[in-house]
């Protein structure tokens, strides 16, 4: 089960990965993968929608509630003199986040690596 890593997975990963994931489950055993991927540029309605329930589920989750989000965390922490150190570290570093240039792989890549290495279902839940 992975619910982070899955997204930042280039175009070109996905096959390998899930070819070399395959081994390790058991036959009719279940992969899981609860992520945030992007579609491919064919399924605009699907990435609309997506979108807008990843918008609602963010206010409901920080605004609504008023808790920080991980970026304004690591902003106000630059502030505080204990973690001064470590917010700058973190500020300096380029944060690698799932773009929809085609640099990560989309949904669809996943599904066909899936595919590919004899899973015998892909699905989103």
């Known amino acids: 089960m992975s619910t982070t890593a899955l997204h930042w997975l280039t175009v070109a ?25 992007p579609y491919d540029r064919s399924r605009p309605v699907s990435q609309l929608l997506a979108d807008r329930r990843r918008q609602a589920d963010l206010h409901d989750a920080f605004e609504l509630r008023g808790v920080k989000t991980y970026e ?34 989309p949904y669809s890549a996943h599904v066909l690596g899936l595919s590919e290495a004899q899973f015998g279902e892909a699905a989103t839940i």
């Open 72 to 105: 304004a965390w690591w902003q106000e922490a630059q502030y505080r003199l204990e973690a001064r150190a470590e917010a700058a570290e973190r500020l300096r570093l380029p944060v690698r986040r799932p773009r929809r240039d085609g640099h990560h792989a």
């Open 13 to 37: 990963e996905p096959q390998d990965f899930y070819a070399g994931s395959a081994g390790s489950s058991r036959s009719g055993g279940v992969v899981l993968n609860g992520d945030n991927m």
